[in-house]
């Protein structure tokens, strides 16, 4: 199913893609690439008037991974998530780029579990 996205923003994402921060990579390599856990993650997906970090269309997952600019928006990303939820039953995942540096073994237990929690919203 295709969700609208602002025109402006695939650029913006495929140049985001090739600008990939540290922590987004370490997770995108040992967790998200390939299938790794089952599905299909795309890196920077334009989606609305926003841009996604990590997205499974088919579990309608979103994961984002906050920087130290995060915690100066922090309205900002709970009226997205609530735009994202509401609009297109899209659950948002955050993570901190400590915990991904620092404890990407715990990030993977912790999205194991929360995947299997949206296997059942989703009915799949």
């Known amino acids: 199913m295709f969700i609208y996205f602002r025109p402006d923003l695939k650029n913006k ?13 370490k997770i995108w390599y040992e967790i998200l690439s ?4 089952g599905y299909k993650f795309l890196r920077q997906k334009p989606i ?16 984002e991974i906050d ?6 928006q922090e309205q900002y990303d709970k009226n997205r998530t609530q735009i994202l ?7 948002v995942i955050r993570y901190t780029n400590h915990e991904v540096m620092k404890n990407i073994q ?15 919203e989703v009915s799949i």
């Open 34 to 37: 390939n299938k790794k856990l």
């Open 67 to 72: 920087g130290d600019t995060h915690s100066f």
């Open 13 to 25: 994402a495929q140049k985001n893609r090739k600008q990939i921060s540290t922590p987004e990579k």
């Open 85 to 91: 939820q509401k609009k297109h039953n899209i659950k």
């Open 106 to 120: 715990g990030v993977y237990e912790d999205l194991v579990e929360k995947i299997k929690q949206r296997e059942k």
């Open 48 to 63: 609305e008037i926003y841009i996604l970090d990590f997205y499974c269309s088919k579990l309608k997952l979103a994961i």
